[in-house]
């Protein structure tokens, strides 16, 4: 990829396959959006969300931010994750994180990195929660391996605290709020089995009542 120009070629060839493969395509995707999924995963350019799932376009709505965090203070997200949940309907949240993090690794270290360090203090107080755990395991790369689960661990609970998604449960709406991880070595996305559908999963003091 020498130039922004070839991602202009890239696009206008994709869509001649589209139209070629089904001349409704543009015209269906054009009349609106109606996707089960909301991915909340990271920036990072080897986890593209459609791509790694086997959908198409119009099938996920997609956030994604570095190292797959999810602040209470985030408008961005919330405002994303609230358009999802009350507006498209979303069945399932699916917070991603992948092995191998750099956001991840940086939040593990005591390094200065600029601005984001403010950003990944959301990552350094869930990794000092579980210091004991990270100390016992030597090797480097499986212990910022295991930060990354627990990452993801601390995200879904974070989105299932929102008053959004627990408004969602309040009113009926079916919501899975979901746990995953991709592996860089080898492409797979592997279920953390930490799904959560109702808001009698969530510790007395998050649920809103």
């Known amino acids: ?14 869509a001649q396959r589209q139209s070629e493969a089904n001349p409704a ?5 054009a009349a609106g959006q109606a996707p089960e999924y909301l991915w909340i995963g990271c920036s990072d350019s ?7 799932c086997g959908v198409h376009a119009g099938d996920m709505f997609v956030h994604r931010n570095v190292a797959n965090v999810v602040a209470n203070t985030d408008l961005n997200l919330l405002s994303v994750l609230q358009y999802a949940v009350e507006v498209l309907g979303v069945k399932h949240v699916i917070v991603c994180g992948h092995y191998g993090c750099g ?3 940086a939040a593990m270290s005591n390094d200065k990195h600029g ?12 990794c000092a929660q579980h210091t004991e755990e990270l100390d016992g395991i030597a090797d480097v790369a499986a212990r910022t391996d ?3 689960e627990i990452n993801v661990a601390a995200q879904v609970a974070n989105v299932c605290h929102t008053s ?8 009926g709406q079916p919501l899975t709020v979901h746990g995953w991880i991709f592996g860089l070595n080898d492409g797979l996305l592997k279920d ?3 799904s959560v559908d109702n808001v009698e999963q969530l510790p007395e003091l998050y649920r809103l009542r």
Do not use: Y
């Open 1 to 14: 990829m020498s130039s922004p120009k070839a991602l202009i070629d890239n696009n206008k060839s994709w």
């Open 25 to 29: 395509f543009f015209k269906d995707l």
């Open 46 to 52: 080897r986890v593209p969300a459609t791509e790694i």
């Open 103 to 105: 956001g991840v690794k």
């Open 115 to 126: 601005m984001i360090d403010n950003w990944l203090r959301n990552i350094k107080d869930v």
């Open 146 to 148: 295991r930060m990354c």
């Open 164 to 171: 959004i998604v627990q408004g969602a449960w309040e009113s």
């Open 192 to 194: 953390l089995d930490l």
